[in-house]
């Protein structure tokens, strides 16, 4: 276990990514379904020590990196959170590939990165933006209703972008405060539990994403703007400042089902924090995978902070409060 090791934090729309080099915690191949075993086993504490405090902070979420190989321009990434591993982040993403920009690893150009829920590709524009490609997704579930405990019903659909989503409009996106907002999706999220809904082969649907059309917030400088803003509760009980870019992909897969938005058509996805995505989509017919929708997201992130991280044997709190030792 190494006595110390360098973090790069970034933020993308406002949520946080914070890097560690695989290479730093020794993890020398590069796939991601190995990188988990270990992550999950004797790595743990890795995680914790970011995501809980004294050092980490539950809202961050952070990725195990290698960057990718002159050869083939794979790298290899896992995210987590203050709860276990995410199938893939794009607020993440954006951040990792900003990183490897800012520490000089990567000129602008399109990589490919593998991560637990599949190959991703990014492109880092000569401007900084980054845009990528996520994982097949798709719409599982469409028009299922959930009864909250304060008595509302809601009705909303289910899909995949990466992780799993529980999809429904909202107007409170709008003019909600954090604590409503925060009060609405985890009474969503209890219900989701409380009537064992999940997703395809049992999969537990961990983000609840509320949204309501853009234009309803829109003034008369962008009258044409199409898009929405949404409000997305993350497994671990934080919300995503950022548009949240699984997210972003799961309401695209409900939009190409409902045949409301055509494929290569802007669509803005707006956080509450006023951060901005941009994607489009494009459909796929495969007879392995079946039908699903390849969206293709924009955005830019920023690096915050370069420390060192020093683990000191004496510090019983060192891997995070309530933290078990490795
Ligand atoms: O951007 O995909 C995303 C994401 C997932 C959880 C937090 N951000």
Redesign the pocket.
Known sequence: MPDSFSVLDTH?GG?ITRIVSAADLQLCDRAPEHWLQQLRGPFDWVRTALTREPRGTEYA?GAVVAPPDDVSRTGCIVFF?NVGY?G?????LIGVVEALRYQGAILPGTYQFATPAGIVQATLLPNHDVRFTGVPSRRFRQDVSLECRDGRRVSGDIAYG??WFYLTHDTSVHSGTVAELMDRTQQIRDALDRHQIRGENGAVID?VELYDSLSAATDQHEPEAVGCRNF?L?PGGHY?R?P????TSAKLACLAADGTLQSGVEWIQESITGSRFVATYEPVADPHEGDHVRVTIRGRAHVIAETRQVFDPDDDLRFGIGASNP
Do not use: A, P
């Open positions: 993308t949520e979420v959170n995410l893939m982040c794009g607020h993440g990466g992780n983000h997305v993350c995503d950022s949240c870019g699984t997210g």
